[in-house]
């Protein structure tokens, strides 16, 4: 398991929230960070205040799971020791105070092939106190509802507090509620966060950088706190509840957080999954309370998949389990049920990209867990397949109806037609599914014949123009190159196997006849020892990461390989001794013979963590020196923070985020669950 300390640098905590429905994240000092539940994919509330939970023992000292708190004078109530650990969808935040531990468990469900469940607004708290006896759990979470706070107002059903604002109107994205619900023997239905403005003001501050601390001091002197429930009028006010149970030696408290948004926004004008299924967030957080235990226990079931694969190392299974975690921080599942997976949602939205190893890296888990999710999105790309055949990058800008053709583009990319005869053949070969093969034939054909107008020699592979396009895109190459024709000729073998299956024998007999016009030209590039990146333009040396991705794709599929063993294991080993050690902290793309990095572009000089996993998984398959390649990618990852948000690119020179405002939440890097699938 991954673990921080409260010193440690943390980019971004576990995400937890259902598939498409958002999520919230606790980091390594006990905050709510990096909101995204109200339709703000790309753009994340950096911080919520007003979430805190105290411990009060009837036998020791009261404390905050939490450091650097926001309170002036209750600054020494928080944990000696705070320690973060996350296995997703899980995260666990553990603080000590003298002798007293408190742990507390935080996940939302991801069950395998249980998709309602699976995409359920809603975050699970469970804490366990040790070295105590008895005593008080407070937590509490602030009325962030409504783009605008005035409206806001709390109300108190039982055991749970919803959060509302009266005035939200309908074109609002944060329109809808959020509930509180648990273990409960008492609540503060409502108060003000906000220190008074004189006390803001005298310690040269405003409302942000402290909270009221009244509500907590009532707790911790046996008080009945004085509730003001109302609507809020007025910027300085910032309403939360606040929950109050009692704990016994050995007791489990739990708590659930729900939330359902009705509004919509301008750049993503799309209702959600869970909509379907409940009307408001108090169903949401009753069901999900009825069902605590077991919605905890299967949501383990996808980890005892990877924990029962003995062959590897417990760090890697920690690592291959983590990176899915972009299925609760990057997807899009609509009230049509349309799914989709943003690229990085952040810093470049594109819903649905592929080639290059994006969607078809982080889908792996996909096929894994929810292949009908994978059909969802298969059926919208093919959807979208332009007039002329092109298959294009993405499906939209915040968007599952604008596709793109791709970020350089134009002119149209040379990869993305070979990625979707692979993504559709990979579907079938995961889930024998040949009705839907039988759907897509026509389209993949389609996709064959454009990408055949794009080898203007007619020697039998597409050639390069120079102008990016490719997924390598912020890199010009002209000519014929090593990763373009890789995967080329897979998606060659793919739809020679599914002419095959399909009894279609014309397209069997040209696909065989191309396949070793291909193999051809693809040997030219081989040097005795490994592939040139390219042919053309810019003239270079060097041993290219990228050379191989389409045996990758081959090995997955169990097809035949694209070309003769010998060469493959040439290739991989002038990678893993060259590539491999040319970096301290991770494997570049473009290395020289003589170890350098090739500095003619940032595509070059940078590993993509996505493309090392994949290559590593097939040539871990011949030589196990390549799972140290892998550990030393992951744990450049570990020590920069990066786990739960992993970047496009790694700068080989100094090993963090190239560019410094990075690719975020990259879509493929989930491509170490190849390793799952690869014998």
Same mark, same amino acid.
């Given at each position: 398991?991954?673990?921080?300390?409260?010193?440690?640098?943390?980019?971004?905590?576990?995400?937890?929230?259902?598939?498409?429905?958002?999520?919230?994240?606790?980091?390594?000092?006990?905050?709510?960070?990096?909101?995204?539940?109200?339709?703000?994919?790309?753009?994340?509330? !950096?911080?919520?205040?007003?979430?805190?939970?105290?411990?009060?023992?009837?036998?020791?000292?009261?404390?905050?799971?939490?450091? =650097?708190?926001?309170?002036?004078?209750?600054?020494?109530?928080?944990?000696?020791?705070?320690?973060?650990?996350?296995?997703?969808?899980?995260?666990?935040?553990?603080?000590?105070?003298?002798?007293?531990?408190?742990?507390?468990?935080?996940?939302?469900?991801?069950?395998?092939?249980?998709?309602?469940?699976?995409?359920?607004?809603?975050?699970?708290?469970?804490?366990?106190?040790?070295?105590?006896?008895?005593?008080?759990?407070?937590?509490?979470?602030?009325?962030?509802?409504?783009?605008?706070?005035?409206?806001?107002?709390?109300?108190?059903?039982?055991?749970?507090?919803?959060? #509302?604002?009266?005035?939200?109107?309908?074109? /609002?994205?944060?329109?809808?509620?959020?509930?509180?619900?648990?273990?409960?023997?008492?609540?503060?239905?409502?108060?003000?966060?906000?220190?008074?403005?004189?006390?803001?003001?005298?310690?040269?501050?405003?409302?942000?950088?402290?909270?009221?601390?009244?509500?907590?001091?009532?707790?911790?002197?046996?008080?009945?706190?004085?509730? =003001?429930?109302?609507?809020?009028?007025?910027?300085?006010?910032?309403?939360?509840? +606040?929950?109050?149970?009692?704990?016994?030696?050995?007791?489990?408290?739990?708590?659930?957080?729900?939330?359902?948004?009705?509004?919509?926004?301008?750049?993503?004008?799309?209702?959600?999954?869970?909509?379907?299924?409940?009307?408001?967030?108090?169903?949401?957080?009753?069901?999900?309370?009825?069902?605590?235990?077991?919605?905890?226990?299967?949501?383990?079931?996808?980890?005892?998949?990877?924990?029962?694969?003995?062959?590897?190392?417990?760090?890697?299974?920690?690592?291959?389990?983590?990176?899915?975690?972009?299925?609760?921080?990057?997807?899009?599942?609509?009230?049509?049920?349309?799914?989709?997976?943003?690229?990085?949602?952040?810093?470049?939205?594109?819903?649905?990209?592929?080639?290059?190893?994006?969607?078809?890296?982080?889908?792996?888990?996909?096929?894994?867990?929810?292949?009908?999710?994978?059909?969802?999105?298969?059926?919208?790309?093919?959807?979208?397949?332009?007039?002329?055949?092109?298959?294009?990058?993405?499906?939209?800008?915040?968007?599952?109806?604008?596709?793109?053709?791709?970020?350089?583009?134009?002119?149209?990319?040379? /990869?993305?037609?070979?990625?979707?005869?692979?993504?559709?053949?990979?579907?079938?070969?995961?889930?024998?599914?040949?009705?839907?093969?039988?759907? +897509?034939?026509?389209?993949?054909?389609?996709? &064959?014949?454009?990408?055949?107008?794009?080898?203007? /020699?007619?020697?039998?592979?597409?050639?390069? *123009?120079?102008?990016?396009? #490719?997924?390598?895109?912020? +890199?010009?190459?002209?000519?014929?190159?090593?990763?373009?024709?890789?995967?080329?000729? @897979?998606?060659?073998?793919?739809?020679?196997?599914?002419?095959?299956?399909?009894?279609?024998?014309?397209?069997?007999?040209? &696909?065989?006849?191309?396949?070793?016009?291909?193999?051809?030209?693809?040997?030219?590039?081989?040097?005795?020892?490994?592939?040139?990146?390219?042919?053309?333009?810019?003239?270079?040396?060097?041993?290219?990461?990228?050379?191989?991705?389409?045996?990758?794709?081959?090995?997955?599929?169990?097809?035949?390989?694209?070309?003769?063993?010998?060469?493959?294991?040439?290739?991989?080993? @002038?990678?893993?001794?060259?590539?491999?050690?040319?970096?301290?902290?991770?494997?570049?793309?473009?290395?020289? *013979? /003589?170890?350098?990095?090739?500095?003619?572009? !940032?595509?070059?000089?940078?590993?993509?963590?996505?493309?090392?996993?994949?290559?590593?998984?097939?040539?871990?398959?011949?030589?196990?020196?390549?799972?140290?390649?892998?550990?030393?990618?992951?744990?450049?990852?570990?020590?920069?923070?990066?786990?739960?948000?992993?970047?496009?690119?790694?700068?080989?020179?100094?090993?963090?985020? =190239?560019?410094?405002?990075?690719?975020?939440?990259?879509?493929?890097?989930?491509?170490?669950?190849?390793?799952?699938?690869?014998?």
């Amino acid at each position: 398991m991954v673990e921080y300390s409260s010193v440690d640098k943390l980019i971004a905590g576990v995400p937890l929230g259902g598939i498409g429905a958002g999520k919230i994240e606790i980091n390594n000092k006990g905050k709510v960070v990096n909101v995204t539940i109200f339709n703000n994919k790309g753009f994340p509330i !950096p911080n919520i205040r007003g979430f805190h939970i105290l411990i009060k023992p009837d036998d020791g000292n009261p404390f905050f799971l939490e450091k =650097d708190l926001p309170f002036i004078s209750l600054k020494h109530l928080e944990s000696d020791i705070l320690i973060y650990e996350g296995l997703y969808p899980f995260a666990y935040l553990i603080g000590i105070k003298d002798k007293i531990r408190a742990k507390l468990t935080a996940f939302s469900p991801l069950i395998p092939r249980n998709i309602n469940d699976s995409t359920l607004p809603a975050v699970g708290f469970s804490l366990k106190i040790e070295g105590s006896n008895s005593g008080l759990i407070a937590i509490s979470f602030p009325n962030i509802v409504g783009s605008n706070p005035i409206g806001r107002v709390n109300r108190s059903d039982e055991d749970k507090i919803i959060f #509302t604002n009266l005035r939200s109107i309908d074109t /609002d994205p944060r329109k809808g509620e959020i509930v509180l619900m648990g273990d409960t023997t008492d609540l503060i239905t409502q108060y003000n966060i906000n220190v008074k403005p004189e006390i803001a003001l005298k310690n040269k501050s405003w409302k942000e950088k402290f909270e009221n601390e009244d509500p907590w001091k009532s707790i911790i002197n046996g008080e009945k706190y004085k509730e =003001d429930v109302h609507e809020v009028s007025g910027l300085w006010d910032d309403p939360a509840g +606040m929950l109050i149970t009692r704990y016994n030696k050995d007791s489990e408290i739990k708590f659930v957080l729900s939330w359902y948004i009705r509004g919509k926004h301008v750049l993503y004008p799309y209702g959600t999954y869970y909509q379907r299924n409940f009307s408001n967030a108090i169903e949401i957080a009753e069901y999900f309370y009825k069902n605590f235990e077991r919605l905890r226990n299967q949501s383990t079931n996808f980890h005892k998949i990877v924990y029962n694969n003995t062959d590897l190392p417990e760090w890697l299974k920690d690592a291959i389990i983590n990176s899915a975690y972009i299925l609760s921080s990057n997807t899009i599942f609509d009230d049509k049920e349309r799914f989709s997976i943003y690229e990085s949602p952040e810093v470049c939205p594109c819903v649905g990209t592929i080639a290059a190893l994006c969607y078809e890296g982080g889908s792996l888990p996909l096929l894994l867990l929810f292949p009908e999710l994978e059909k969802s999105f298969l059926t919208l790309l093919a959807n979208n397949i332009r007039e002329d055949g092109y298959v294009p990058h993405d499906l939209g800008i915040h968007s599952l109806d604008h596709p793109v053709d791709g970020t350089t583009s134009p002119p149209k990319w040379k /990869d993305t037609n070979p990625t979707f005869i692979l993504l559709v053949y990979r579907y079938y070969k995961f889930t024998n599914d040949l009705d839907f093969l039988k759907e +897509m034939y026509p389209k993949m054909l389609k996709a &064959m014949k454009w990408e055949l107008t794009q080898d203007k /020699d007619k020697d039998g592979v597409p050639e390069l *123009e120079g102008q990016g396009d #490719t997924g390598f895109d912020a +890199m010009s190459v002209k000519g014929i190159d090593s990763y373009t024709t890789s995967i080329y000729i @897979a998606s060659i073998i793919a739809l020679k196997e599914t002419a095959k299956i399909l009894k279609d024998n014309d397209t069997l007999n040209e &696909m065989t006849i191309l396949l070793e016009k291909s193999r051809k030209i693809f040997s030219r590039l081989f040097n005795g020892k490994y592939f040139d990146p390219w042919i053309g333009e810019p003239e270079i040396k060097g041993i290219f990461l990228g050379q191989l991705v389409g045996e990758w794709w081959s090995e997955i599929l169990g097809l035949e390989p694209i070309i003769e063993e010998e060469k493959i294991s040439s290739a991989l080993e @002038a990678m893993l001794s060259i590539n491999a050690n040319s970096s301290n902290f991770c494997t570049p793309n473009i290395v020289s *013979e /003589d170890g350098k990095i090739i500095d003619i572009s !940032p595509q070059s000089y940078s590993s993509w963590p996505r493309l090392v996993f994949a290559i590593s998984s097939i040539g871990y398959k011949r030589n196990k020196k390549w799972m140290d390649v892998v550990k030393k990618e992951w744990e450049n990852l570990v020590k920069k923070g990066l786990v739960w948000n992993q970047p496009s690119r790694i700068n080989g020179f100094t090993g963090y985020p =190239d560019p410094e405002i990075y690719l975020d939440h990259y879509i493929g890097n989930a491509s170490i669950w190849s390793f799952l699938l690869i014998k």
